[in-house]
């Protein structure tokens, strides 16, 4: 075990942030592709389902937008877990190109959907989303599993934290893009208002702006396809799946750069009696608990986590930051619900992120799992008791206005559920199930984990889309029945987030712990062989 030993106790070195820049681009392309579906989900309506016997501005159908919403989650949930398996099978490096390929590919022809009617060119596109998932799933426990495994375990808490907050870039820019796009198109095609003239609202050039934001979803993964091509196989994959020392301690020495050529060649002498399997009683009494706590909640997190994003422009709506649909064009529509996200990421979304990885592995996992979870339902149940006097009531001489509340306050308190998710369990979610268990079962275990988190997605991006409509005759969206309203949305949400708060203690702290100390492949098996006695004291860069 010198070898791993050497690797965890490595100083911080170049390799370290290449490899999250390589890990991060494939999340910040993760985000950006899965988010970016939310901004532009009215423009769709507008082109592609117009009644012009109707006096309000086309919209999705209910199983249309579910099906735009849903279908990438699906396939997010398949690639998580086909990739976890094949990540412990085949090696990480071996299946870590092709989630970043399939995504490049999946990106193009997203944009490039096609069809004569709108029933076609929504089937196309779901069909290409379903496997943009597929791939974007495959990133979850291949990339968490790499970071966790060339980081030495003073920092790795932070490394694969800023892996994962790359999504907060990805969210921003998705929504930054759609506010250039609309800028552009609008500078160059003004439009009247729908409630002027309905047909020109919506000029026949935005079809290309959704498609435009698609099609640069490719462009980080595409930067990045060359470099983990040549990433070199993990040391711990190597040496305890698949029991080549020396290769390990080779690969070693290109990611910390040390000079080990006085190295004699050693020879494994793995306990295989103790290799046992995922579906094991073995494995059932050693982390069958710790699998229960990462899955479930993960769980619970996605269902308030994704189900926030995608009913956010509701909740802008309801506090007046976007004016009634029929009283903008097409593209002013996007322009004013991605600036209104993009503020949200900014001042939010982003932040959260980054004080994780700032203080993941000074306070652990635990506590800011724990505290997220608290204060995402503290915020969530200030918004459902105070709704009424934070959002207003319509007013008298305009209904379709807000007169009184405090919108600024709401808005706050919404923005610090997304802050303490991010500055929570969104990310030690993330983190722990790389951490927890063995190097052969590690990236499967990962993937079911990250498999039940959008399995939770799923049900908020299906359930809670038809929950938040209105509850009295008017109020839902056009082919929307009546729901529970937002008030009644974020008491729900509420009591998830209390569930996961509970179940957080089934998660143990893994700060400062060594990876076969927590999975406890250091008792397992022994490794023989002549490595330098000051290999670990003394291992430093190469110059």
Same mark, same amino acid.
């Not at 698609?214 to 462009?219: C, I, Y």
């Not at 290109?254 to 060649?265: A, E, F, M, S």
């Given at each position: ?24 681009? %494939? ?63 085949? %090696?990480? *490096? +071996? ?97 009247? @208002? ?55 301690? /080779? ?11 006085? /190295? ?12 046992? %399997?995922?579906?094991? *009683? ?73 004080? #994780? ?9 635990? *506590? ?25 009531? @319509? ?33 030690? #979610? ?53 729901? /529970?309203?937002? *008030? ?22 893994? +700060? ?24 670990? +004291? ?6």
């Amino acid at each position: 075990m010198d070898v791993l030993a050497a690797l965890d106790k490595a100083k911080t070195q170049w390799y370290h942030f290449s490899t999250i820049v390589i890990a991060g681009l %494939g999340f910040f392309t993760d985000a950006y592709d899965l988010f970016c579906i939310s901004t532009i989900t009215r423009l769709l309506g507008r082109i592609y389902y117009y009644d012009p016997t109707s006096a309000n501005p086309g919209t999705l159908p209910p199983n249309v937008s579910a099906a735009l919403n849903g279908v990438a989650l699906c396939g997010t949930l398949c690639g998580q877990l086909f990739f976890g398996w094949m990540g412990d099978r085949l %090696g990480r *490096k +071996k299946v870590y190109g092709y989630t970043l390929l399939l995504m490049i590919l999946t990106s193009i022809a997203s944009a490039l959907s096609f069809g004569r009617t709108a029933k076609a060119v929504m089937t196309t596109l779901c069909f290409f989303r379903f496997w943009l998932g597929f791939g974007i799933g495959g990133d979850y426990p291949l990339s968490a599993t790499i970071m966790s495994e060339y980081a030495n375990k003073k920092t790795r808490g932070a490394f694969i934290a800023a892996v994962f907050a790359m999504q907060g870039f990805g969210i921003l820019t998705g929504a930054t893009l759609s506010i250039i796009l609309s800028a552009i198109f609008m500078h160059y095609l003004p439009r009247p @208002p729908f409630d002027v003239d309905p047909v020109r609202s919506t000029p026949d050039q935005a079809d290309y702006v959704w498609r435009i934001i698609f099609a640069l979803g490719a462009v980080p993964a595409a930067l990045t396809f060359h470099y983990r091509m040549k990433m070199p196989e993990t040391a711990r994959y190597t040496a305890l799946v698949a029991h080549n020392n020396k290769r390990a301690a /080779i690969d070693m020495a290109r990611v910390l750069q040390v000079d080990l050529t006085g /190295i004699v060649d050693v020879n494994p002498m793995l306990h295989r009696e103790f290799e046992y %399997g995922l579906f094991s *009683k073995d494995f059932a009494k050693k982390h069958g608990l710790q699998l229960l706590g990462t899955t479930s909640t993960w769980f619970l997190l996605d269902i308030a986590f994704y189900s926030q994003n995608l009913f956010q422009k509701d909740v802008f709506s309801a506090v007046g930051w976007l004016p009634a649909a029929a009283t903008m064009s097409a593209l002013e529509e996007l322009f004013r619900v991605s600036r209104a996200q993009a503020l949200i990421a900014l001042f939010s979304t982003v932040p959260g992120y980054w004080f #994780t990885v700032g203080f993941v592995d000074i306070l652990g996992r635990w *506590k800011i799992q724990l505290s997220g979870f608290f204060f995402m339902t503290l915020f969530m149940f200030i918004l459902t008791f105070s709704y009424n006097d934070l959002r207003g009531t @319509p007013c008298e001489t305009n209904p379709l206005q807000l007169c009184g509340g405090n919108h600024i306050l709401f808005i706050i308190l919404y923005a610090l559920t997304f802050f303490f998710a991010n500055f929570g369990p969104n990310v030690t #979610t993330f983190i722990v199930p790389a951490e927890l268990f063995p190097a052969r079962l590690r990236s499967t275990c990962h993937g079911i984990s990250a498999a039940a988190g959008k399995a939770g997605a799923i049900l908020g991006a299906f359930g809670f889309l038809y929950a938040a409509q209105g509850q009295h005759e008017g109020e839902p969206e056009p082919g929307y029945s009546q729901g /529970i309203g937002l *008030k009644n949305t974020f008491l729900v949400l509420s009591l998830i987030n209390v569930l996961g708060f509970f179940m957080t203690f089934l998660v143990p702290e893994t +700060k400062g712990r060594s990876l076969e100390e927590l999975s406890g492949e250091n008792n397992n098996a022994s490794f023989s062989g002549v490595f330098p006695e000051d290999l670990v +004291k003394h291992a430093s860069p190469a110059h």
